[in-house]
Structure formats: C-alpha cells, structure tokens
C-alpha cells in the first residue's frame, strides 16, 4: 500500500533531523516494505527523488532521470541501442546486473514488461512508455526486495509515484536543439490537471498528458564522426566498409568501380596489415545514434470516498510510441547469404554465385562474389508500441487492518515494419537472368530493383493481468513500540507472444533476424512481514515471501533487517535476504532467435586473428531452474545537524544459477565433443553457433554508495541545497567461460563495461523570482580486455537549469544540458564510444514556458 509521503517527510528524508520525535512525523509506508513507520530513515537505503527534485533536472522523460542516477553502474540501454530487437525503449539496471534484475513498480504495483526481450532474453520494462508529467516522486530501493516484490528485484526496485491528489491546472512547453550543428531538435508539451478532494468534497480526479517528438540523428550528422575515421585513436581505424569484389575474402579484387557511395580507399587503412586498394563505403552514412521519435502518455486516475473508512479508485496508464531509424547499409550478398527455412528451424544457405554469361562475370566458370545492393536504398525500420494499465481498487481501514486490494491489466503492443529488405526469391531469379547490374547498379531498371525490395511486419506483446491484496496492523503495543505485521497475496499471469514476419518463416527474406518467443504462465504468491522494536531505538523487520510458478516450480524469499539509532546524529543499519529471478518467457518456453555476432575462430583458413561475422541460433530449455541470491547491505547514516546528512551503504550480491548460453570460446573450445554446435562452409569457416539457455555458474557483485546531502541557512544571497550520490563497484565476478573461476570485471568490459565510479553531484540556488539548478556527471573509466593496454578514459559533463517566474503563475526556464560540450570517451569495442554510457549530442540547450492556472 504505497501513499504520498507527507511534505515533513520527503524533507526529513532530504534532510535525516533525528533529534525530531518521530511522533510528529506522519506513519507512512516507503519502498521494500508493507509496513507503516514513522522513520525517516529505515533500515534500508532508499534514494527519493522529489517532484521539485525532479524538475529541476530539466530532463523531459523518466529514462532521461533514472539513467543518471549512481546506481545505474552499467549494462542498461536505451534508444541508442538501435541494434536491438527493442529499438525505441530504455531500461534501467541497477548494480549493472542487467535491466532483467531491476524491478521498476508504478504506484507500488507491476505493469507489464516491453512486447518482446531485448539481447534475446532480457525481459524488462520499457521506460519510454511511462508518463513523465505524472509523476509525484521517484523511490529508489538500493537492495534486494524478492521478500516483499517476488521475481526480478535481485538488484532493486524502482517506485514510480504518481499524483493521486492536484489541485489546478499546469502546462508547459519546451522547445530545444544541438548547438552543435546536428541539427537535432526535440519538442515536448505536458499538461497536468486535478479536480476535487478526498477531505472536501469525498472525490478527487488527476489527469495528465506529455507528449515528445524528436529528430533521428545519424552518424553523418555529428562533425567528430561523420567521416569514420578514427586511425588517430587506440586500436582505431577507418571505419568504412569494403565490399563489391569478387571472391569472399579478398577485397581488392574490385567488381565495377566507383559509384554511389563507393570510393576507392587503402585496405590497409580499414583493416591493419593489409595492403592494396579496396571499394569501401562509409558506415555513418548508413548509421543511426539516436532514433526520431514521437510519444504520447497520458494518465488518468479516480477516487471515490465510499464511506469513512473505504476508498475505491481506478487509474488508466497509456503510452504510444514511435521510434524510426535507419537499420543499416543495402544488403551486402556474399558468402554466408541465408534465410529462414521454418520446417528444419534451421538455416538454408544460398547461393551467390555469378553464372557463365552474366554481365559481371568475363570468365568461363561460375564466380563467387560479394556485393552491396546500393540501389535499393537503406533498410528502414519502424517501431510502434502501445503501452497500457487499466487498474481498480479498494482500501481502507477495518477492524483496526489497514487493507488494499487491486486488479489490473497491462500489456505492450509492438508493430516493427521495415523497408528496402531482399526478396530472396526475386534475387535467385535475377541472379540466374542476369537482369540485375552488380558491377555498375546505375545500369538496373526501376522495376527489377522493386522486384528485390522487400518491406514485412514484425508483431509483438506481452500482458500482464495481476490481482493484489495486502493489509498490515499494529498486534500489539511493546514496551519498545508497536509490533507491526502485513500479510498479503499475489495472483499474476505473464504472456508474450513475440513474432517475426511471414516473409521470415517462409524463407523469403535474405539474412533475417528472428526473435520469436510464445510462452504463459502463472504466478501465484503469499507473503508476510514484521516489524519488531526490540528496543527503544533498535527495531528488526523479519519478511517472506513464497511464489509458486506454473512452468519451474517454487522460491522462498526470506529477509531480516535492523535498524539501530545509536545516537540523536547516527543511525546504522543493515539487511540480509535471499532473493530470486524467474526464468523470462524467452529463457525457458517456446522459443527462437536468430542473431548475428563475430567470433576470432583460430581454424578459420582465411583469418584466424581476426573477427568473423557469424550467425547464432539461440532457443528456450524448459528445464531452467531460477537464479537464486544472497543480498547483504550494511550502511551508517550521519547527521550532523539539522541541514546535513552523510549516508555510506555496502552492498554485496551473490547470485548462482546464472542463466546464459555458452560462451563463443567455450562451444569452439568444445567443437570436437560437441560438433553439432558449430556449422563450418566448404572452405572450413564458421557460418553458425547454435546455443541454449542453462544455469550457468555464479556472479558476485558488491560495492558501496555514498549520499552527501546540505542545505545552507537561509540568508539575503538565497538558499543554497547541495546534493552528491557516489556509487563505487568492488567487484563485478563472473566467469569468462563455462567452468572457469570468477573474474573480477570492475572497471573493465569483461561482462559490458562496468566503471568504478559513477556519481552526480548538483547544487540548487533559489533567490527571489530566481531558481537554478546544476548537476556533475561522473563516469568512470575502465580497461578494454580484449585489447589489451587500451583504457577508456573517464567522461564528466555539467548540466544547468536556470528559471525566472513571471508573476506568481509563470516561469520560464533555460535548461542546456552537456555545458561544456564534452564528447563521449573512444571505445574502439563499439567502434567509436560506448552507447550505454554515454550520448553522442554534445551540447544541447532548451527553453521552457510553464503556466500554473
């Protein structure tokens, strides 16, 4: 049952004053428990970002808040990972043990998960879809939560509050762009509106609405990387590509010349130690950093004073997203070239080979080639996404319990189209006729390059429908307190239902892609929870929760906490608990993907030092068992005075049965006792690795954060707040391979590139019609492993929001975020920076009109 926070507490817990009684502080329940208290601390660390917190920032979307904060320390995505199977959306991942690990809760309660898995298996819900204009307050619980939560709260959970009471109308709009020179610009509105009251008139409605539409930007676009040339960094190169030659490995035997986006370029320059002259292209032409987007939420909820000590209350979520980005350059047909062949649920390889009489082919045998279908234009890609939650309830008081019970049904629709694919069939016939101009594609007639082109249509959903009840009362009034207890069940169904095209499954479309993922099940759970005051200021919190599932079976997730104020100025605190992460649909039901990846293959006969291009197959096992947890946090909270408080919390997480597929190295490792999983060509190179989800070995993960918080006495030079949450990783252990020992990834990207170190510090000035408002971002460095001698340098950018109020209704606000223009670190693993850590638009300012009626 989660509730507003009173204005005493969210600043309390800004500002710990444990000389206040804490009487005088109004009971309320937080994050991670069902239990009311009146601390403002409790015993484990929750980050509360408030509405004035969160304004702010300036940051139009709740993905753009949550991605910096300290925690998030590594393998989240959002829009700029465009090679997903869930292009548009944007994750959070607390600890960096993946999105799947984070539970992220709208009002205390689940919505559904995005349509399809992002990496495969990576089931996780989709930020962009959730309303930004809502939102009251966000609670971040910086530990595990399985006793209370179930399923994917390993790492932490995330509480999205919205308004449940409003008063008035606000609107405002916001109007920014590049500054340098991108050409991007982002728009956005928001409206929030509120009638009625509980205390007055026994009813209340909250509305609200935002809406965002921004412009794609591709690497052409961006002056430092338009021309792909980054020989002048560690392990960099040109960045272009070769291709149209004849063979399947030698590029400088050129087939036609110059034309398009074709140019003559050194071999040696693309690819180290090579030599000769090559046709190449360049890759930013044909590359999108962040897509055009267009988004509407919008958020309505209800409630209804049915008597003095019952509420009933509904509330409707929707969100429409659409997300469009070039997918990549024309088709290169080569060797490797394959489709789909859905009764083997295997690949068919085709032949691409120039027939004795072709245009292209002045010799008397057929030739093997490698060619780029320039003419065809770019393969396109659209995302469209439905997001929804319709939710009723009832709460109240009887008997001296404290209850809430709720039903809902959310659910995420996907419709993927793209354009500019290769009808695999067209291309067999043309290929056999002749009729299609590989050598100089300005000689191809519109209507056979129609022939080619192939645009599909990708569906996608998952729903969630879920039934909640809990209640919580004081049994018993202890010399020390009151003994608090809450109990309470869960009933949910999962589905997703995640397809590809018909022209995959039947084999039309060259070199698909194929996610598919059919699986339901149900979840039913009990829980329970004490809290014991043992003495005046010593107070242990016991929970459990069992969750029974349909598909692997049952987990039993038990915590103890305590909480000792040791003083008037110290509180130290600390939890142990077992937690647990269902198998996701993807993972363990009816399931298949096709992927692409490189592998340095030591038997290729042609380059056994460098990456090929590789396909995998990926499916489900039915006989996954869940990966189980071991969380321990310890944190000591100071307050020095009424303005200060120092907040440092240990954490460590121990997780066994990680489930994953076999390591690249580990299947090739292992090809002489297991050579169903590798498929060679004639030539003996690796065409494609097949892979199953299994649990896996263990991963630890610890570290410690650090909340700094200040407020200066007031004075004639304004009010003066000072903020800084520091996250440090000790360890990140895992693996590298099936069997081997734990390897320590902290500051490197062993397991995706996990800095040390990552925190914002920011300071809010207010004078008179004046607020400003500026934030340190710090991300750390870290190793390349697999170049070795190469770091990735440490990057800080500077936020800033400065506002004016025109009377007492309107604002208006400058908001530029990258001040200082800062470019993202070189990574040469991604080719130029790490998209997860980093943004590619560099300075980019806003303005902001604000209107209260």
Do not use: C
């Not at 050598?439 to 007639?445: E, F, I, L, T």
Request: hydrophobic share 35%.
């Amino acid at each position: 049952m989660i509730k507003p926070l009173s204005i005493t507490l969210a600043v309390a817990a800004a500002f710990p004053q444990f000389a206040l009684a804490e009487e005088e502080l109004a009971r309320v329940v937080v994050t991670g428990s069902n239990i009311r208290t009146s601390q403002k601390e409790g015993a484990s660390a929750v980050q509360v970002i408030s509405a004035k917190e969160l304004a702010a920032t300036g940051k139009v979307t709740v993905s753009d808040i949550l991605r910096t904060i300290s925690a998030n320390s590594g393998n989240s995505y959002n829009e700029q990972y465009t090679g997903s199977f869930s292009a548009g959306t944007s994750g959070l991942s607390l600890r960096g043990l993946g999105q799947k690990n984070t539970l992220i809760l709208v009002n205390g309660k689940r919505v559904s998960s995005y349509a399809t898995a992002q990496n495969l298996q990576e089931v996780f819900v989709d930020l962009n879809t959730l309303p930004m204009a809502a939102v009251q307050r966000i609670e971040v619980l910086k530990d595990g939560a399985s006793s209370v939560y179930g399923s994917d709260a390993v790492a932490g959970v995330v509480n999205i509050i919205l308004y449940q009471e409003f008063t008035g109308t606000e609107v405002s709009a916001q109007l920014g762009s590049s500054t340098e020179g991108t050409g991007q610009v982002e728009r956005s509105v928001a409206l929030q509106t509120g009638f009625g009251s509980l205390d007055d008139n026994g009813w209340s409605v909250v509305f609200s609405l935002d809406a965002q539409q921004r412009d794609k930007l591709q690497q052409s676009d961006v002056s430092w990387l338009r021309d792909s040339d980054f020989r002048g960094n560690p392990n960099g190169t040109l960045g272009w590509v070769p291709t149209n030659y004849y063979g399947t490995s030698d590029p400088t035997r050129q087939l036609g010349g110059v034309q398009g986006p074709l140019q003559l370029q050194q071999y040696g320059d693309i690819t180290p130690g090579k030599s000769g002259n090559v046709l190449a292209y360049n890759a930013a032409d044909y590359r999108t950093l962040i897509p055009g987007v267009e988004r509407v939420h919008t958020s309505l909820r209800g409630t209804l004073k049915l008597d003095e000590h019952t509420e009933a209350y509904a509330e409707a979520l929707y969100g429409y997203s659409w997300a469009e980005q070039t997918f990549g350059a024309p088709l290169t047909v080569g060797s490797g070239l394959r489709a789909w062949n859905n009764g083997k649920q295997a690949l068919d390889n085709i032949s691409v080979a120039l027939l004795v009489g072709h245009p292209n082919n002045p010799g008397t045998a057929p030739q093997a080639f490698t060619a780029t279908l320039f003419d065809l234009g770019a393969r396109m890609k659209q995302d469209k996404v439905d997001f929804y939650r319709a939710l009723t309830g009832v709460k109240g008081h009887w008997h001296g319990w404290e209850y809430d019970a709720s039903i809902a049904r959310s659910g995420s629709k996907l419709k993927e189209t793209v354009q500019n694919f290769v009808n695999r069939y067209e291309f067999e016939k043309v290929l056999a006729e002749g009729s299609y101009n590989f050598a100089d594609q300005s000689k191809n007639s519109e209507a056979v390059r129609n022939r080619l082109r192939l645009s599909t249509l990708r569906p996608a959903q998952a729903t969630l429908t879920v039934a909640d009840f809990n209640a919580s009362k004081d049994l018993a009034q202890l010399p020390a307190g009151a003994l608090g207890f809450a109990f309470g069940g869960q009933w949910r169904q999962e589905e997703m239902d995640s397809n590809t095209s018909s022209a995959v499954l039947s084999g039309t479309e060259l070199r698909p892609a194929i996610n598919i993922i059919r699986g339901k099940r149900e979840v039913s759970a009990a829980f329970a929870e004490f809290n014991v005051p043992l003495l005046k200021d010593l107070t242990v919190n016991l929970a459990g929760r069992a969750d029974r599932y349909s598909d692997f079976g049952s987990a039993f997730s038990p915590k103890a906490s305590v909480r000792y104020q040791a003083a008037p100025w110290l509180l130290l605190r600390g939890t142990a608990s077992r937690g647990f992460r269902a198998p996701s649909l993807p993972e363990i039901t009816n399931s298949t993907s096709v992927s692409y990846g490189s592998v340095i293959d030591k038997l290729d006969p042609v380059t056994p030092t460098q990456p090929r291009g590789i396909t995998n197959i990926t499916i489900a096992n039915t006989a996954l068992s869940p990966e189980r947890s071991n969380n321990f946090n310890l944190g000591v909270v100071l307050a020095p005075s009424s303005r200060s408080s120092v907040g440092v919390d240990f954490y460590r997480i121990r997780t066994r049965g990680v489930i994953g597929t076999e390591s690249a190295d580990t299947i090739l490792a292992n090809e002489k006792t297991s050579p169903e999983q590798v498929v060679r060509d004639a030539q003996g190179r690796i065409l494609t690795l097949y892979r199953q989800y299994a649990n896996q070995g263990e991963r630890v993960a610890s570290g410690f954060d650090i909340d700094l918080r200040h407020k200066l006495p007031k004075s004639a030079h304004g009010n003066v707040t000072l903020n800084a949450q520091v996250s440090r990783v000790l360890r990140f252990e895992q693996p590298l391979s099936t069997g081997a020992a734990l390897t320590n990834g902290a500051g490197t990207n062993h397991f995706g590139s996990i800095p040390k170190w990552r925190g914002t510090t920011s300071a809010t000035w207010e004078l008179g019609q004046w607020s400003s408002n500026a934030a340190w971002h710090f991300v750390d460095g870290y190793d390349q492993t697999t170049r070795p001698g190469e770091r990735v340098k440490p990057v800080a950018t500077v936020d800033v929001n400065v506002g004016y109020k025109i009377g007492a209704a309107t604002s208006v606000n400058l908001v530029v975020s990258n001040l200082f223009d800062r470019k993202p670190s070189w990574d040469s693993s991604f080719a130029f920076f790490d998209y997860t850590q980093a943004d590619p638009r560099g300075r980019f300012a806003s303005v902001k009109l604000s209107h209260r009626f």
